[in-house]
C-alpha cells in the first residue's frame, strides 16, 4: 500500500541539539541492528520505518555489516527509501558506519583509509544514496594511527559522501585526540555512539567530561540493554525473543540481570511508565544526551520509546533509589 507520513508527525516529538553543532537530533531514534536483515520480514521493518517516521523520528541508524547477512539492512532501509520516502530525504538523518570485519582479506576490518572509503562506497550502493549524514568509524582501531582514521574521515565529508562524522566505541581519551585531530583538520566530530545503559554506565566516568569540552553530542545504543530493561523476560525467555534467537543476547545474562529488573519494575509501576520507558528517561536526564538510539522487532516497542517522552523528570529520591538498585551486587 502506498505510504503518506503523518501530517502531524512533527507535533510532539522533541528535537534536540547535538553537542554544539547546528544539527538536530529526534530524541529518541531507530537503529536497524536488528530485525531488518535478509532473513528478517521485509514488511515488518517496513512497517516499523514507517511508524517511526510518522511519530517523529527522523534518525535512521545502519552500518555496514548490520543484517544478517551483512548488508542486507542497508539493502532493505534503501527499499524503503525508494518505495516510501520519495521526496522525504531532506527530512531525515541517515548514519551508517565502517570499523567490524565486513568482507575477506587485511582491507575489510578496522579504520585504514582503505577500508573505511571503500565501506561507505558500498554501502551508498546499498542504500542507494549519494550521501549519508552521519559516518561514523564503529570501533577503535588499536594498529592504526588516529591520524589516519581521521584524515579518512575528514576527507569523506569533503568528498560530500558524509555530511557530518562520528565515532563510536572509544574510550575518553581516544575520544579526545580523536576530536583535537579532527578540530585541526576542520571537520568537528558530530557525535559519539557508546553503549549507555542502567547496567552499563561507563561513560559517566571521563565521557561526559569530553563531551563537554570538545561540545560532541552523545547517541547511547543498546539503551534497553538489548531488551533486558523492559518487562520482555520477567516470564521468561520467549522464542522471538533477541535472547533466543540471537548471539549477542545470552540467556545468562537474562537470568543475571532478573533481580534488578523486577526492582526497577516496581519505580517504573509508581511513575506509571513501562520500564523500558523509565530506562529511556533515565538516559535522557543527564544533558549531554542528544538522542537515545533503541531498536525494536515490532511497532509497539517504538510507540514504547516514544511514549517515554512523556514522563522525563525524575525525582531525587527516584534517582537515588535507582542508583542504589544498581550499586547491589546482580
Ligand atoms: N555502535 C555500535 O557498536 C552499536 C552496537 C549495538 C547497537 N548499535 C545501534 O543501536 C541500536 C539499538 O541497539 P539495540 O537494538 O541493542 O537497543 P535496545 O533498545 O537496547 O534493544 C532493542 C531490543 O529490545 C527489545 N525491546 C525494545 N523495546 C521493547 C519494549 N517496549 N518492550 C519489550 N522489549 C522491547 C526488542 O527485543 P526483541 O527482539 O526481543 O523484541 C528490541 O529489539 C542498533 O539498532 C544500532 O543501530 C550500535
Request: charge should be neutral.
Amino acid at each position: 500500500m502506498q505510504y503518506t507520513p503523518d501530517s502531524a508527525r512533527y507535533d510532539s516529538m522533541i528535537y534536540k541539539r547535538c553537542g554544539k553543532s547546528g544539527l538536530k537530533f529526534p530524541a529518541v531514534s531507530l537503529g536497524l541492528w536488528h530485525n531488518f536483515g535478509k532473513v528478517d520480514e521485509f514488511e515488518n521493518g517496513q512497517k516499523m520505518i514507517r511508524r517511526a517516521f510518522d511519530l517523529g523520528i527522523t534518525h535512521f541508524d545502519l552500518a555496514n555489516n548490520y543484517g544478517p547477512p551483512a548488508g542486507s539492512a542497508e539493502e532493505n532501509f534503501g527499499r524503503i527509501l525508494k518505495s516510501d520516502f520519495q521526496g522525504y530525504r531532506d527530512e531525515l538523518l541517515i548514519s551508517t558506519k565502517a570499523g567490524w570485519g565486513m568482507w575477506p582479506g587485511p582491507y575489510g576490518d578496522f579504520g585504514s583509509r582503505k577500508y573505511l572509503i571503500a565501506s561507505l562506497d558500498q554501502s551508498l550502493k546499498r542504500m542507494g544514496l549519494d550521501y549519508v549524514d552521519i559516518f561514523y568509524h564503529h570501533r577503535p582501531d588499536p594498529e592504526t594511527p588516529l591520524e589516519e582514521t581521521m584524515t579518512a574521515l575528514d576527507q569523506i565529508v569533503r568528498s560530500g559522501k558524509a555530511l557530518y562524522v562520528g565515532i563510536s566505541s572509544y574510550d575518553a581519551p581516544s575520544t579526545r585526540r580523536a576530536a583535537d585531530i579532527l578540530k585541526e583538520l576542520g571537520t568537528p566530530c558530530l557525535i559519539h555512539q557508546p553503549q549507555y545503559n542502567m547496567f552499563n554506565r561507563t561513560i559517566e566516568q571521563q565521557h561526559l567530561e569530553v563531551f563537554n569540552q570538545t561540545g560532541m553530542g552523545c547517541i547511547p545504543f543498546s539503551p534497553l540493554a538489548q531488551g533486558l530493561l523492559t518487562d520482555r523476560y520477567q516470564h521468561g525467555i520467549p522464542k522471538d525473543s533477541r535472547a533466543s534467537k540471537s548471539p549477542f543476547l545470552r540467556p545468562e545474562q537474562v537470568e543475571h540481570s532478573l533481580r534488578q529488573v523486577k526492582a526497577l519494575q516496581k519505580i517504573a509501576d509508581k511513575r506509571e511508565q513501562k520500564l523500558s520507558q523509565l530506562a529511556i528517561a533515565w538516559i535522557l536526564r543527564l544533558p549531554e544526551i542528544t538522542s537515545v538510539l533503541v531498536g525494536a522487532s515490532r511497532i509497539s516497542q517504538i510507540e514504547d520509546a516514544v511514549g517515554a517522552l512523556n514522563n522525563l523528570n525524575f525525582f531525587a529520591s527516584e534517582l537515588t533509589e535507582i542508583d542504589q538498585i544498581l550499586a547491589e551486587q546482580a
